[in-house]
């Protein structure tokens, strides 16, 4: 089993700003619809339910801020004592299985934050960098209690489109469609391969306290490092937010494991912010275990990474080769 200590838990904020935002609870649920609208293509908008976002999104908005204020309000948030908050999350968020959970998570967050942006003057931004970290923590633990109580469909979002940086560097990078076909090429061989999504933990914080250079210096310091972590036959793909994804072929759940903790040791070795080492959370999807399809797979890694982070836990998956009910496993 892997020993690796989770990341830092953002502790409770109990600032002015979370109780002015919890008084503006219809401005926060306006623009977590308008969020949700934006982030589904059009013929999927009619999946969500415009009617009921309207009429308790308010409410949830209000838990979700409580959450962010206290410790137990969190857990109540997340294990759905008294009103099911995760299944309201689920509902409101429409139909798309896991990654429309994730998605809709990221966009309830940066609508708080733009609502708190309003409430903020230029020298409190330790203040929003505090709220961001926070609210990750909260926004994964919603989106994690609504995928544990099975309020997914089973239908997945397509990836979302990356850089494709080959671990030889003496290799051009390759634009976003040779990643998808690197994948799909992968799929069409019908080989074992395992699938990693590594996220760096914070990487919006980073952004807010270090300013965009220095946290994309960091952000190339640390893919430098995952690159250094992985074997030749490994490919290597970059989102511009802190995300990687790693196509490792013929490798099984044990060989997946080792190599989420080399890659996970690489991150915290690599870099660090104001003194503290960089952290990544990392999900796993076997192939053919977790799925036969590029959507089915990178869904499967992204609400395991979304687990990971939710429990603390730096890995999410089995490493070893028993096959497991479908759903993370978490590694502590």
Do not use: N, Y
Request: some cysteine; charged content about 25%.
């Amino acid at each position: 089993m892997l020993a690796r200590s989770g990341p830092r838990r953002p502790r409770p904020l109990a600032d002015p700003v979370v109780a002015a935002l919890a008084a503006r609870t219809d401005d926060v649920a306006r623009r977590w619809l308008v969020a949700l609208v934006e982030g589904r293509p059009l013929e999927d908008a009619a999946a969500l339910p415009l009617g009921e976002i309207a009429a308790a999104g308010p409410a949830l908005c209000e838990a979700v801020l409580d959450a962010v204020a206290s410790d137990p309000a969190l857990a109540a948030l997340a294990e759905g004592a008294g009103e099911d908050h995760a299944a309201l999350f689920a509902r409101l968020a429409g139909a798309g299985g896991g990654p429309a959970l994730v998605g809709a998570a990221e966009a309830l967050r940066r609508a708080v934050l733009q609502s708190a942006e309003d409430e903020l003057s230029r020298s409190e931004s330790h203040v929003l960098a505090d709220l961001s970290d926070r609210l990750a923590h909260v926004c994964a633990h919603l989106a994690a209690a609504a995928m544990g109580a099975g309020a997914t469909d089973g239908k997945v979002a397509s990836p979302r489109p990356v850089d494709l940086v080959p671990t030889q560097p003496e290799e051009p990078p390759a634009s976003a469609p040779l990643w998808l076909a690197a994948l799909e090429r992968r799929l069409a061989d019908g080989g074992r391969f395992a699938l990693l999504l590594v996220e760096l933990d914070g990487a919006e914080r980073l952004r807010l306290a270090e300013g965009e250079e220095a946290a994309r210096e960091l952000f190339a310091r640390t893919g430098r490092a995952v690159r250094g972590a992985l074997r030749r036959v490994d490919l290597l793909a970059h989102e511009d937010d802190g995300r990687m994804w790693v196509i490792a072929p013929d490798a099984a759940r044990a060989g997946a494991g080792a190599l989420a903790d080399r890659v996970a040791t690489a991150v915290e070795s690599a870099a660090s912010a104001r003194g503290v080492p960089l952290t990544a959370s990392i999900g796993i999807a076997l192939f053919p275990d977790d799925g036969r399809d590029a959507a089915a797979l990178t869904g499967h890694a992204e609400e395991a990474t979304l687990a990971a982070r939710a429990a603390g836990v730096r890995v999410a998956g089995e490493p070893d080769d028993r096959p497991f009910a479908s759903g993370p496993r978490l590694v502590h």
